[in-house]
């Protein structure tokens, strides 16, 4: 029973993780008469969407008590700043990467996206060592060194045919998302690492944790809006462009968060 429900959670990962690649991708380049949705807006709302979800579960958690709950939180958050601002770090990391990998799904194609985006596995390996002082045995930094190499296969330029002019313009886009995405994958390794510095020098409840990290996340994702769609935002209004498909993009980037 255990091993099938292990098998389980590894399906409903892939098929979320799977999932969410192609939403994103086929979000950001389906061509529509209106603005197409502002991706600091999705990434703003994925953190409404988080705080939410996490406070429903907090609630749970104390049977549904309202007092309870108002009490934890304040004593947890409002009373503990500096606990609480040690989540500032890594909410910013995690913002500017969801920035990152909605620029990377604009310009890259979701296959190579998937395969160069499992570089987060090594940066994570390498903070994991560097940071909580894990040690990797020797297939597991054979396995890194052999991701790597099919990472830079993937990249490996190709004889297309087609305009001089269409190849440079599409080599630029290329290396745009290339960069994004291996930004995101730094970012990625370095904030989940010292996220789970933070769960284990602590004893509070991850859910708690969660709200603090998507408060700044909120905050963050805000002022990041207003900085650069600030124009967009004023004249068609923060949630311009949405329909179902940038709606399910939010979900499925706040399921990401949690699986």
């Known amino acids: 029973m255990f091993l099938l429900l292990k098998y389980m959670s ?13 939403t994103m991708r086929y979000s950001r380049t389906l061509k529509e008469d209106g603005p197409r949705y502002l991706a600091s807006s999705a990434v703003v709302s994925a953190e409404m969407l988080k705080i939410f979800a996490c406070t ?3 609630f749970m958690e104390n049977n549904l008590n309202v007092r309870a709950v108002n009490q934890l939180l304040r004593e947890e958050i409002v009373n503990k700043p500096v606990e609480t601002m ?16 909605y620029v990377a799904l604009s310009n890259l194609d979701a296959a190579t996206y998937q395969v160069t985006y499992q570089l987060k596995i090594l940066t994570t390996a390498l903070f994991s060592v560097s940071m909580l002082g894990r040690r990797l045995g020797f297939y597991q930094w054979l396995s890194l060194l052999l991701l790597m190499a099919g ?21 630029g886009s290329q290396f745009v998302g290339l ?13 989940g690492v010292y ?5 284990k020098e602590t004893k509070q409840s991850v859910w708690v944790r969660n709200i603090q990290l998507g408060l700044f996340g909120f905050m963050f994702g805000f002022v990041g809006m ?34």
């Open 86 to 101: 040690k989540l500032a770090i890594p909410a910013g990391i995690y913002t500017l990467q969801n920035n990152l990998l």
């Open 10 to 22: 590894l399906g409903v990962l892939v098929l979320q993780t799977t999932s969410l690649v192609l």
């Open 56 to 58: 429903l579960l907090v």
């Open 151 to 171: 990472v830079t296969l993937v990249q490996w330029p190709t004889e297309s045919e087609g305009d001089s002019e269409q190849k440079i313009l599409s080599a």
């Open 195 to 199: 996220f789970e510095k933070i769960l």
């Open 226 to 259: 207003i900085m650069f769609d600030g124009q967009s935002v004023r004249q068609s209004g923060m949630f311009q462009g949405y329909n179902i498909i940038a709606c399910t993009v939010v979900v499925l980037q706040v399921c990401k968060h949690y699986a």
């Open 179 to 191: 960069m994004a995405v291996l930004m995101a994958c730094v970012s990625s390794g370095f904030a």
